[in-house]
């Protein structure tokens, strides 16, 4: 089954706004990259200050390969630098975790 990463973003209050906006303008690149399901930005509403980004791949390879090549194109906005490592801007997140999972459940509305 699938595998999950999760970058949990630490963000002062004042630059949520920053963070969302620039997730608003994000590269939209992820999309096409090999073994990509899914993505969430999710903001905190009780429990934790921390943003959380959220996707999901088809394997561990397929995750490594668009941290490798296409991760660094997308981030060239600012959250964590461009290809030779420098944003463009200060980043909104003061602080960054991956966390990794696998999926080993899974269930979907019933369709009809
Ligand atoms: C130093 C760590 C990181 C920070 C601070 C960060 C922050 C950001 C920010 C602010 C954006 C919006 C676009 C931009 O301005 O660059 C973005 C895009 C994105 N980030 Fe990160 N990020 C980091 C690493 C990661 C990692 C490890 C993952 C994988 C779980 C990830 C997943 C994504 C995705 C899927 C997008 C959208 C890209 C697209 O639209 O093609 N980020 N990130």
Redesign the pocket.
């Known amino acids: 089954m699938s595998i999950v990463?999760?970058?949990s973003?630490t963000v002062p209050a004042e630059q949520r706004e920053v963070?969302e906006q620039?997730?608003a303008?994000?590269?939209?690149?992820?999309?096409s990259a090999d073994g990509f399901e899914w993505?969430e930005l999710l903001r905190p509403l009780e429990g934790t200050d921390n943003y959380l980004?959220y996707?999901r791949w088809r394997s561990e390879e397929d995750?490594q390969a668009w941290?490798e090549g296409?991760?660094k194109a997308?981030?060239?906005?600012?959250?964590?630098?461009g290809g030779d490592g420098a944003p463009k801007h200060k980043?909104?997140?003061t602080g960054?975790t991956?966390w990794s999972f696998e999926v080993v459940q899974q269930a979907a509305p019933k369709q009809g």
């Open positions: 990463k999760i970058n973003l963070l620039r997730f303008s994000r590269a939209g690149t992820v999309e993505f980004v996707t995750f941290m296409p991760m997308a981030h060239q906005g600012g959250g964590a630098g980043p909104a997140a960054s991956v």
